[in-house]
């Protein structure tokens, strides 16, 4: 059976599929700056010194840093409320398929953390998922207010974060400069298993990364992931995700993305001034990212919308059918960056520059979304799904 096909049958849009494919490409082409470079500092000096690369690290930075994962989040939303219209439809319990379904990806994801990529979203998504279902039984208008509130916490913070910082330089200047001496000190250290280090190091350092980052990328990230999987949750509710002739679609092109544009744009430009770490300048350009991320990740969406309307054709069925398999696509990401990067590997560790590391990485993207479409022509499903839905629907008919 054709995937059109199917999705007919299973009452399946192929909005939801292409817009994971969109978020699949952007993801990588984020990710790699810090499976390239160390975590605690991204790209280096060297990386962004060119011009080309300059471009590069801006035009990521305006189209897909706290774009792509906020999609990526938003059909987490959608995925939810398919799950539970499903179960309702069988007349079959949701919670205990749900809650195998949580502790699948937590699997997944520390399996990530361990061989692949130590900026991991799965365990979050995990933990946030069991926040998400507090909100089962919510309206749309309350999952849309509580997405709202969620959402401005995150900006506030990203502020804070970036007003702090500015105050510590400012009034604190020996010690701001102590402390990002040892970041740096913590970076070469990285660098080192990254670079020399064995398959042991490389997996201990992962670890000691992602420690660092669970509690830091959920304040950073992960309180709007959790008001993007509320905002999908509710498009379902509504109608609007079955509707890609919606009038909010319409107007998210026309009116909120040229909003997040601009934000995006004027916050890549400010970035790109401080990169090679936290610091005051680069913070003051990830809050207006982060403030613009919902106008952008909303304008997306209506672009994406505006396709789904038009009749199936030959590229976008490609795309939307590799979006089905966004697990396998996102784990294989990981994999053939880090066998690119660590010694284990190529070993390309801190040798590219931005522009490089990015083009390598869209094509890594464009692979695996090729090969989880290309899988769906012979199989049902992709092979990391078809593990995640035999656990999750372990039991049950």
Known sequence: MSYLQESRDAGREVFPDLARAFALFGICVVNVGIMSWPMMTGYGESAVHAAQDQAAFFAVGALFMA????????????????????????????????????????????????????????????????????????????????????????????????????????FDGENFTLKMGTMLEQADNAAEAFRNGSFADAIAQRFADWSGFITFGMLMQGIGALAFFLFGFSAVKRGTISNPAAPFWKRSRHVFLPIGLVLSGAGAWIMLQGHGGMNPTMMAGMTLIMLGSPFSTAGYLGLIAKWAETPSGTIKTFLARGGTSSLTAYLMQGLILSLIFNPYGLGLFEQLGAASAIALAAIVAIFTIAFASLWRTLFKRGPLEYVLRSWTYMGSR
Request: hydrophobic share 60%; glycine share 10%; charged share 10%.
């Open 67 to 170: 774009k792509s994962y906020t999609l990526f989040s938003f059909m987490f939303g959608v995925g939810f409320a398919y799950q539970m219209q499903s179960a309702e439809r069988k007349g079959v319990g949701f919670s205990g398929r749900y809650w195998r379904r949580i502790i699948g990806l937590l699997i997944f994801g520390l399996i990530n953390v361990a061989f692949l990529f130590q900026g991991d979203i799965l365990v979050m998504y995990a933990i946030l998922g069991s926040i998400l279902f507090l909100f089962r039984n919510a309206s749309p208008r309350l999952l849309s207010g509580w997405a709202i509130a969620i959402y401005s916490v995150q900006v506030a913070f990203v502020a804070l974060m970036a007003l702090g910082f500015w105050a510590w330089e400012a």
